[in-house]
Nanobody
Framework: QVQLVESGGGLVQAGGSLRLSCTAS????????MGWFRQSPGKEREFVAA????????DAAGSVQGRFPISRDKAKNTAYLQMNSLKPEDKAVYFC???????????????????WGQGTQVTVSS
């Protein structure tokens, strides 16, 4: 099992920045990718960004491309989502997820991820 703990959410004005962190524990050696998803009330949980754990391959949704770089610190078993130029429509609960079994890729599909964090709220005021 892998446990994921997110931190860094909060309230920010439009145009501001936040950095989310996600730290893995347990069988973290089994992780091949980590991703971030978000969910707003009444909407499906959607892909935001992902990173391949070994080689650092990244992918991001078009809506956040260029604004939300994803990175990881392998020594700390931690993935980061730096959120810049935040917009009111970025308001959501953000979830961290970890995927085993996908070496070298950063998957977008929710079904690729076996482990999920509890979520952290991000609110952007206009």
């Amino acid at each position: 099992q892998v446990q994921l703990v997110e931190s860094g959410g909060g309230l920010v004005q439009a145009g501001g920045s936040l950095r989310l962190s996600c730290t893995a524990s347990g069988r973290s050696f089994s992780i091949s990718a980590m991703g971030w998803f978000r969910q707003s009330p009444g909407k499906e949980r959607e892909f935001v960004a992902a990173i391949g754990w070994s080689g650092g391959t990244t992918d991001a949704a078009g809506s956040v491309q260029g604004r939300f770089p994803i990175s990881r610190d392998k020594a700390k078993n931690t993935a980061y989502l730096q959120m810049n130029s935040l917009k009111p429509e970025d308001k959501a609960v953000y979830f961290c997820a970890a995927a085993p079994g996908y070496p070298g890729v950063a998957p977008r599909a929710r079904t690729s991820y076996a482990y999920w964090g509890q979520g952290t709220q991000v609110t952007v005021s206009s």
